[in-house]
């Protein structure tokens, strides 16, 4: 008798390459860690290789299992053409992503969208989080990854950020002068905590950075043009925390939370993996110190 792969198993082991873990694994498929491991198990058995190298810090491929993706990738695209038809119109999910929540996410949340479904089509915004939310209460998009402000509730959590004082290792602050600022324009959330901060504990501060986005606000720390609050898991390695050193307050941390209203099933799948993608990539992120 022939052996015949499982759909739903090479799936699985799909979501374990790419996101490196069973339980984030099973947070995109809605299942449970055991039992995707059996999935994984079972498609090992069919196979007859061991395709995953499991230990309690990491999970990885095999020479065989690496062998093995590119062509898992190739049957599941197949499965989804065949599914879906190439006259079929594409599918749309509107994404809105908090400016400072994006961080070393967005590109592998791309990737992932990508590999679920070469027919969803992406309509992604980058913004505050404030703007994001009420876009998503408008109805303007289909979810969106903030910082929980306020007293909103739902929602899931994605992450636990930790904010500092973000400088370059070359940055030298005169005695005597206001610190020197990078944030965001207002209404940025995080601009408002560390002002707010910085008064409460008597600090002259002056805005040295006005930045269109965190990007321009790393690269303002990175050349030394000022100091800029940021969540550790976002700040460039180039950056480190001078807080402690110039006895700058803390500045406590936030939640990153996902809101939805996506009830098709394929739409629900993608939110599945952006989620397990972003807690994967942001456990994974190492906290910058200061030096």
Not at 33 to 46: D, I
Not at 61 to 68: S, V
Not at 170 to 175: A, H, N, S, V, W
């Amino acid at each position: 008798m022939t052996a015949t792969l499982d759909i739903a198993t090479v799936r699985a082991f799909l979501l374990v390459a790419d996101l490196q873990s069973f339980t984030r694994a099973a947070e995109a498929l809605g299942t449970t860690q055991a039992a995707v491991s059996l999935k994984l198990q079972r498609l090992e058995t069919l196979v007859g290789k061991r395709l995953v190298e499991r230990s309690p810090r990491a999970v990885r491929l095999t020479a065989d299992g690496a062998d093995f993706l590119d062509r898992a990738r190739a049957l599941m695209d197949a499965h989804d053409r065949a599914l879906s038809g190439e006259a079929s119109a594409a599918q749309s999910l509107s994404l809105g992503i908090s400016d400072h929540a994006a961080g070393p996410e967005l590109v592998p949340l791309l990737e992932r969208l990508h590999a679920m479904s070469a027919n969803l089509t992406l309509a992604v915004t980058i913004g505050f989080s404030r703007e994001m939310q009420d876009a998503y209460d408008a109805g303007e998009l289909d979810a969106v990854i903030v910082r929980q402000e306020g007293s909103r509730r739902g929602g899931e959590k994605l992450a636990d950020d930790e904010f500092g004082w973000f400088a370059s290792r070359r940055f030298t602050l005169p005695k005597g002068e206001a610190l020197p600022l990078a944030t965001l324009a207002p209404p940025c959330g995080v601009r408002a905590i560390a002002v707010r901060a910085l008064d409460k504990a008597g600090i002259a501060w002056r805005e040295r950075f006005v930045g269109g986005g965190v990007t321009a606000v790393v690269a303002a720390a990175l050349a030394g043009l000022a100091i800029a609050p940021l969540a550790r898991r976002i700040a460039s390695p180039g950056l480190v925390d001078i807080g402690p050193a110039h006895e700058l307050p803390r500045l406590g941390s936030s939640k990153v939370m996902l809101h939805s209203k996506v009830s098709d099933p394929a739409k629900l799948a993608a939110l599945r993996a952006v989620a397990a993608t972003f807690r994967s990539v942001a456990t994974s992120q190492r906290p910058v110190r200061g030096a």
